[in-house]
């Protein structure tokens, strides 16, 4: 998905702090950049928001009462056209994240990041990229090695040069119009390649291939 540049990304935001919403939602809105078009408290509230608003992306924290986090995006991303989902997290929740990540979530953030990063984000995952904030990344491949959840990809060296070089800027988040600008490809040809590269990995997601080149550190 690719929104013009004039239009506000639309956004719904679940949390259940009144006061991080409030905060989250002026520090995003302050550009013009980004709407927030709904906010939630729980889970069940999270879901009749994306119903009534249709957002473009959709801000998660995990732990909400009632339907947490999880279990909303579970349903949410089992609908035919559900937005980009994103996880609200903090530093000692890692096992929500890699569960978030088993979902299909498209993207990771702390809720300290920086507002320009926030900001970046959201506008990445509207345009389709795939987002992880570093100190997340940095905590979570030791766990998942540790946990046998993440292991050496054999199939690496399968890659044409091309393929090497979509999957590195996956890696760093961008979305298919910026893969496009960036090796002076049409878009449909990219998303192709990200096709043919997520199957090559054997991985599900552009999530998961971002970990599975950020596990090599770039020595592939």
């Known amino acids: 998905m690719r929104l013009p540049d004039d239009v506000p990304v639309r956004l719904v935001l679940a949390d259940d702090e009144p006061l991080l919403r409030r905060g989250l939602r002026v520090l995003l809105e302050a550009d013009g950049r980004v709407e927030v078009v709904g906010e939630a408290a729980d889970g069940a509230g999270l879901l009749d928001a994306v119903r009534r608003h249709r957002p473009d992306v959709a801000l998660v924290d995990v732990q909400m009462p009632g339907m947490d986090g999880l279990s909303a995006l579970r349903a949410l991303l089992a609908w035919t056209s559900p937005p980009a989902v994103a996880v609200l997290t ?34 990445d995952l509207a345009a389709g990229g795939a987002v992880l904030d570093p100190r997340i990344t940095a905590r979570l491949l030791p766990k998942l090695r540790g946990a ?15 393929e090497r070089q979509v999957l590195a800027l996956i890696a760093n988040g961008q979305s298919n119009s910026t893969i496009a600008a960036e090796l002076g490809l049409s878009e449909a040809t990219v998303k192709s390649y990200v096709s043919t590269v997520l199957t090559k990995l054997g991985v599900e997601n552009r999530v998961q291939a971002a970990l599975v080149a950020h596990q090599v550190g770039g020595t592939w």
């Not at 929500?96 to 320009?116: I, R, S």
């Not at 046998?148 to 091309?162: F, I, Q, T, V």
């Open 148 to 162: 046998g959840r993440l292991r050496d990809n054999p199939h690496l060296n399968s890659l044409s040069a091309r």
């Open 90 to 123: 903090t530093f000692d929740l890692d096992d929500y994240v890699t569960t978030a990540l088993e979902l299909g979530a498209q993207g990771f953030l702390l809720k300290d990041a920086e507002p320009d990063a926030l900001v970046r984000a959201v506008l």
